[in-house]
């Protein structure tokens, strides 16, 4: 008896403790799937395996060689400390400059923020301009982190589901509609899009922007995949909204994935709230990104050349993909990335993809990543990787739907 007591005196504190360091509701957000799919297409290739990876966003280039010397520099110096919070002055600078060349507007550099990826902008950007509780309007099917962050920060999202009727972009109306049930206070629109490519057109964008301002709700840009057009053309949210907030990034034209590195331009009102959370979250961006992105813009012919390379992937993609099976898709206007419908050979596209990853060896991401009400009959392709991995990849989904057809159901 006495040891039994013993035993269960000691494991009441444990239990307490358990109960104690449970993690917080808040960090209870859906995974981010694609990154998962990545885990399991490594854990494939470190098995032997040759897997094709067309699952994530990520350009298989590498950083511009400007960008690549403008670093060595940077490491043969060798001191690397903080920067100011928004950014060095510099790359401020030279990015307020851009969207003179891009765009031809005359922005200033106080309006320029440096940030952590675009995916630290969102994070500023949700922190100093929403509250609690406060409702942001989100486009269905779309990049799936807008969501994950907005809750994991306990803002409330609100999905607009779209469809090829508007070309998977959210209307005026479908914006007051969602307004009217209960009053928005912040909408965030991708054009070009993710997953779908699709692109708004600047009379279209103009068009939401303009409701949004009528009806009082705070406009976010994600311009993410601008210079990567192939039908049509990206306008800035600036053009239309000098107030709304833009989120950018070195990420995707740019080929800079990894060195985590992005911007936003802000309303005036919004740059010291900014450079407060900043201070506090993350003190600055990384320095050795800054001093290499400030060569970026200068690397046009590169990095057109990485674009074209895209350009010949889609081209076989669109056709190649309908004579496998593949032949629901949205536009491909821009971005890397084609959104197809698996309805003719499954139901669920997370098994789909699954069985695709172990028995071809083509790794793509599941439609519920996207859309988790309908993104069971769809599934994403990116195709930022090589020409030649590009051919593999249509090679090997020919041979595998070509010898399992629609028993793959
Ligand atoms: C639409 C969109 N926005 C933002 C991001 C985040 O990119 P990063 O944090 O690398 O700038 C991604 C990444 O895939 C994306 O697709």
């Known amino acids: 008896m006495g040891q039994d007591q013993d035993l269960s005196a000691q494991r009441r504190p444990n239990d307490r403790l358990r109960r104690a360091f449970a993690p917080s509701r808040r960090s209870a957000v859906e995974p981010f ?25 990520q ?33 401020r600078s030279r990015i307020a400059r ?24 969102f994070n500023l950007a949700f922190l100093s301009a929403f509250d609690h509780g406060d409702r942001i309007a989100l486009a269905t099917p779309g990049y799936p982190a807008y969501r994950n962050i907005l809750v994991a920060l306990g803002l ?10 508007s070309r998977f972009a959210m209307t005026p109306e479908m914006l007051a509609a969602a307004h009217a049930q209960k009053p928005l206070q912040g909408v965030l629109v991708a054009s070009p899009a993710n997953p779908t490519g699709t692109i708004m057109p600047p009379e279209a964008l103009a068009d939401l922007i303009a409701a949004a301002r009528d009806l009082g709700i705070r406009f ?11 039908e049509g053309a990206a306008e800035t949210a600036l053009k239309s909204d000098p107030e709304a907030i833009v989120v950018n990034s070195f ?15 802000l309303p005036e009102n919004l740059v010291r709230p900014v450079e407060r959370v900043t201070q506090n979250l993350y003190i600055s961006p990384p320095d050795i990104s800054q001093r290499a992105a400030l060569a970026a813009f200068d690397a046009t012919p590169e990095l057109e050349s990485v674009k074209a390379g895209y350009a010949a992937n889609r081209k076989l993609l669109l056709e190649r993909l309908p004579e496998i099976g593949f032949d629901e898709h ?11 419908s698996v309805r003719r050979f499954a139901n669920d596209s997370v098994e789909f993809t699954r069985r695709m990853l172990a028995e071809a060896g083509v790794a793509a991401t599941p439609g519920p990543d996207f859309d988790r009400a309908r993104g069971h009959g769809t599934m994403r392709f990116s195709f930022a990787g ?5 051919a593999e990849a249509v090679d090997r989904l020919a041979a595998w739907l070509g010898n399992s057809g629609s028993t793959v159901r």
């Open 330 to 340: 949205a536009p491909v206007d821009g971005a890397f990335y084609i959104y197809v």
């Open 98 to 121: 851009h969207y003179g060349e891009a765009y031809g507007i005359d922005l200033s550099p106080e309006q320029v923020v440096v940030t952590t990826g675009s995916s630290g902008g």
């Open 156 to 165: 409330e999202t609100v999905d607009i589901e779209t469809s090829a009727e």
């Open 220 to 230: 976010i840009s994600d311009e993410i995949y601008h210079g990567l057009v192939y």
């Open 386 to 390: 090589t020409e030649a991995d590009t």
């Open 33 to 57: 799937m694609v990154m998962d799919v990545m885990r399991a297409a490594i854990d494939r290739e470190s098995a032997g395996d040759r897997v094709v990876h067309m699952e994530v966003g």
């Open 251 to 265: 990420s995707k034209y740019y080929c800079m994935t990894g060195w985590r590195i992005g911007w936003m331009v």
């Open 59 to 91: 350009p298989g280039a590498r950083a511009p060689q400007a960008v690549i010397a403008a670093a060595s520099a940077a490491l043969r110096d060798g001191y690397f400390g903080y920067t100011e919070a928004l950014g060095t002055r510099a790359l």
